[in-house]
Structure formats: structure tokens, C-alpha cells
């Protein structure tokens, strides 16, 4: 099972960015989806970005364009950049990868990176 390493979170202030990154134990050989979640405390985990072959990418409706999911496969990195962000989306952010066969949820999962968006 390939293990991921999220990071980049931290605090911003509303309207700032951060890019967060997700990296890889070892390349991965199979057709796999590699997907953005977020986690409040209390809340369930949504989803909010994936990337796979071909570099289809979807983004859930509340990103509204301000997020962009990319790969960089050299570094076995997938990365989140986080733009115009909102208090909304403080989250506990975890990158999540798995066969595309796969149930969503299913997989290997980060520890999470923390995006706090306050004054």
C-alpha cells in the first residue's frame, strides 16, 4: 500500500493561497485516482478535488475555480493549490489515492495538513 505524506497547510488570511502537496512512498504502476479531501472536526470528510490519467481532474462545486490539482510524477507529488481562500475552507486537508475501480473513500490516505483561513 503506498503511503502519502501531505504538507504545505498553515494559516492564511482570507483571500491568500497556499499550495499543498501530497507525496508519494513510491511511483505508482496502476491506473489510480489521486483526490483532495477535507475534514472539520465533528463534520464528514468532503471531497473536494481528483486528478487521474490523462489528467482528467474534476473539482467539487464549491471550489468555483479557485483550487487547481496538478501532478508532478518525478517527485511522486500531487499538489492542491488553494487560491482565494475562505474561512470556509479551513479543514483538515487529506490526499487520498486509489485504483479508479475503486470505491471513493477506499485507498491510501495522508495524516492531513491543516489550512486555517482567519484574520
Known amino acids: 500500500q503506498v503511503q502519502l505524506v501531505e504538507s504545505g497547510g498553515g494559516l492564511v488570511q482570507p483571500g491568500g493561497s497556499l499550495r499543498l502537496s501530497c507525496a508519494a512512498s513510491?511511483?505508482?504502476?496502476?491506473?489510480?485516482?489521486t483526490s483532495w479531501y477535507r475534514q472539520v472536526p465533528g463534520k464528514e470528510r468532503e471531497w473536494v478535488a481528483g486528478?487521474?490519467?490523462?489528467?482528467?481532474?474534476k473539482y467539487a462545486d464549491f471550489v468555483k475555480g479557485r483550487f487547481i490539482i496538478s501532478r508532478d510524477n518525478d517527485k511522486k507529488t500531487v499538489y492542491l493549490q488553494l487560491n482565494n481562500l475562505e474561512p470556509e475552507d479551513t479543514a483538515i486537508y487529506y490526499c487520498?489515492?486509489?485504483?479508479?475501480?475503486?470505491?471513493?473513500?477506499?485507498?491510501?490516505w495522508g495524516q492531513g495538513t491543516p489550512v486555517t483561513v482567519s484574520s
Open positions: 486528478i487521474r490519467s490523462r489528467n482528467i481532474i
Open positions: 487520498n489515492r486509489r485504483p479508479y475501480s475503486s470505491a471513493a473513500g477506499t485507498g491510501s
Open positions: 513510491e511511483t505508482i504502476l496502476a491506473v489510480t485516482l
